[in-house]
C-alpha cells in the first residue's frame, strides 16, 4: 500500500480524507500538533476504519521534526498538505501568526519533501483566492485577486510559492484544490467538523444553535443581489471534497500531473444563506433561531464553482445534496454532544 502524508489529518477535511485514502488502497501517515482539533478525531478515524492510523504529533513549521518523520516513514509517495490556520478574522487581528504556521509550514514541508525527493503534493487551497469575482460560475481561468484578508493572502503566497517552484526544473508535481465551502461530516457521525470555540462557519454555527448551544443564528445581510438578499456560497459535501484528494493522488502518482495545477472542488451549484437554513431545517426537522443582522464587512456576495475542469480531468464529481450534507453535520452535532456529556 502506498504511504500518503497528510499534514493537518486529524483535522476536519483531513480526516474525512484519511478514511477515503484507506477506503481506495492507500495507507494515511497523519502529522499533526493538535493546535485545531482533539485526540478524539483519531479515535472516531479507528472506529470507522476498525484499525488505528500511524499519527505522529509535530509542527509541520519544525524542518527538523518533519525530517524525522520522512526518516522514520520511508517510501512516503505523496503529502497531501492541510495543515494551516484558517480563521479569518483571526487572522486579521494575529497576521504574523497565519504567515508564519501557513507559509512557514509549505516552505518547511516543501525543503524536506525536496530533501527525501518526495515530490507529488495536494494543496489544500480555497475559493478565497479569486475575491469578489466579477463573472460567475469561477473558472479556474477567473483572475485571482488581491486577498481580502492575511489568512487568504496565505493562500495566495502558497499558490504562488508552489507555482515558482514548478517553474524552477525542480521535479516536485502539485494539485493545489481550491475548495468552496466544506460542510457536512461522515455518515457515520464518528468524525466531523470540532470547531474549538465559538464556530466561524455557517454551518457548524447552525447545528450549536439548533442544539441550544448558541442562542441564535445572525445572517450577515439580506440586501445583497440574490434572489432572496443572503450570500451565496457552493456548499460541498466534505466526504465528496475528501474524495477530490484520493483522485488528485492517483493523478499524480499516475504521473498524468503537469508540475502544478489547479482545480475547483465545489458541486458547481450556488446556495443562499437562507436556502441553506431552509435545507437544515427540511433534512432535520428542526427549528432554527435566526436573525438578520447588518452586513459582515469582507464578505463575498456570491460565488460558485465552475467545475468542469475537475470533473473532466480528476473524474471528480459530488454525489451528497445539501440536506444529505445538512443531515449529516446534525447527525454528527448529536454524536458530540452525546459525547461530551458521557465524559
Ligand atoms: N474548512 C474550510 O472551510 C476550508 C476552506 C478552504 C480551504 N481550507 C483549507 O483546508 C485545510 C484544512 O482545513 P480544515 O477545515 O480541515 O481545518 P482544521 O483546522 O480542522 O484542520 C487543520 C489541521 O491542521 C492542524 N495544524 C495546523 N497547523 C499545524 C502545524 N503547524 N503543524 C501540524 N498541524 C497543524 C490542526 O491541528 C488541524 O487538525 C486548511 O489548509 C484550510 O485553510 C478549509
Known sequence: MKKILV??????IGSHTVVELVEAGYEPIIIDNFSNTEERSLQGIADILGREITCHRVDCTDGAALRSVFEKETGIAGVIHFAA????????AEPLKYYHNNVGSLVALLQVMEEFKVNKLVFSSSCTVYGIPDKLPVTEQTPVQKANSPYGNT????????????TSGSDMHTIALRYFN???AHPSAKIGELPLGVPNN??????????????????????????????????VHV???????????????????????????????GNTVLEAVQAFEQATGEKL???????????????????????????????????????????????????????
Open 202 to 235: 455557517l454551518v457548524p454555527f447552525i447545528t450549536q444553535t439548533a442544539a441550544g448551544i448558541r442562542k441564535e443564528l445572525t445572517i450577515f445581510g439580506n440586501d445583497y443581489d440574490t434572489p432572496d438578499g443572503t450570500c451565496i456560497r457552493d456548499y
Open 155 to 166: 493562500k495566495k503566497i502558497c499558490e504562488e510559492i508552489l507555482t515558482d517552484l514548478a
Open 289 to 343: 433561531n435566526y436573525k438578520i443582522g447588518p452586513r459582515r464587512p469582507g464578505d463575498v456576495p456570491k460565488i460558485y464553482a465552475d467545475v468542469t475542469k475537475a470533473t473532466e480531468e480528476l473524474g471528480f464529481k459530488t454525489t451528497s445534496t445539501l440536506e444529505e450534507a445538512m443531515k449529516s453535520a446534525w447527525d454528527w452535532q448529536m454524536h458530540l454532544q452525546k459525547s461530551t456529556v458521557q465524559h
Open 182 to 184: 466544506p460542510i457536512g
Open 85 to 92: 490556520y484558517k480563521a479569518v478574522g483571526e487572522s486579521v
Open 7 to 12: 499534514t493537518g489529518g486529524a483535522g476536519y
Open 239 to 269: 466526504v465528496d471534497l475528501a474524495k477530490a484528494h484520493v483522485v488528485a493522488i492517483d493523478r499524480l502518482l499516475s504521473d498524468k500531473a503537469e508540475h502544478i495545477e489547479f482545480f475547483n472542488v465545489g458541486t458547481g451549484t
